[in-house]
């Protein structure tokens, strides 16, 4: 009799609002409360921080490593990592640029997004197939992909003079800059993907319970592959934006593009372990750490201490995390 009552009063314990555990409501609304706190000290803090410019330059700078969080959201979500992401920033940036300074400025665009899709999609392959950990696996092929961004540039940077290259990075519409836009239809895509369609099921599925997701029907190789062409489709598309904006490519930026993006995801609170996440933590984990180097930057603080700060964040949300599966148990 006591094992039942125990096995009954556990759930009950566990409850505090809406049926919502303590691990779950921290990670749900902690980020959020975190934003909001940051964003008014800033408006206090700094007389420049509530200016339209800088408003517009926080959305604009969050724009390209916003696009690379969210395809991360999935990745984790579906128990992987892809630290192949900054590679191919570099990689699908160097390629737009080489097309474009031999003429084909627009098919650079295209061809350079499309390269990051094509790796993305060979990396689930040989991850699904050969059963490898994705960490060693990206691991790996960043340092190939990396390799050949620098070879196929030799090492110089590329500049490109066609006006029309710059369109992606530096156009405005209605006032407001291209890529923060491509960042909100990018997100609202994943969005969608993850939290209205199957594929999303069957990655939280897959993320929760790999085996049990296989015995159940769901093609967990399947989902591997195309996640990890949405992550090096996000990656290379970030790099072309960044490299439209500035005008140049070149092989060895976006060494930090994967830590930070996966940085952002955990702070938005999708679990590390994977199975459980969303998109709208993760926007709040790029918002909330674009305002912290806005405002350090503001403020005069040096830069060093920006890292340190953002360590300091990531490794409390990895503690909460860890704490919260703690108590679930």
Known sequence: MAKGRDSQDQPVRQKVIGGLTF???TRKYAIGIAALLTFFFLSFASPAFLSVRNIHNILDQ???????????????????????????????????????VSGYTKLGLVVGALVGLLIGLLNGL????LRLHSFIATLASSLIIGGTALVLTDGRL??????????????????????????????????????????GRHVYAVGGNAEAARLSGINVQLIQILVFGIT????????????????????????????????RVVIGGTSILGGQGAIGGTILGVLLLRLVGNGFNLLNVPPFYQRMFEGAIIFFAVAIETLSRRRRR
């Open 158 to 199: 590329i500049i490109v003079r066609d006006p029309a290259f710059s369109v992606l990075g530096q156009s405005t519409i209605f006032s407001v800059r291209t890529p923060i836009f491509i960042f909100a239809a990018f997100a609202l895509f994943t969005w969608v993907l993850l939290s209205r369609t199957r594929f």
């Open 62 to 100: 969050s724009a390209h490593i916003g696009i690379v969080a969210c395809a991360h959201t999935i990745a984790i979500i579906s128990g992987n990592f892809d630290l192949s992401s900054g590679a191919v920033f570099a990689m699908g940036g160097s390629v737009a640029a080489l097309i474009a």
């Open 23 to 25: 691990g779950a409501l």
């Open 232 to 263: 090096g489709f996000a990656a290379a598309l970030a790099g072309v934006i960044t490299v439209s904006r500035m005008g140049q490519g070149q092989g060895d930026i976006g060494e930090l593009v994967a830590l930070q993006a996966i940085a």
């Open 126 to 129: 040989v991850i699904s197939v």
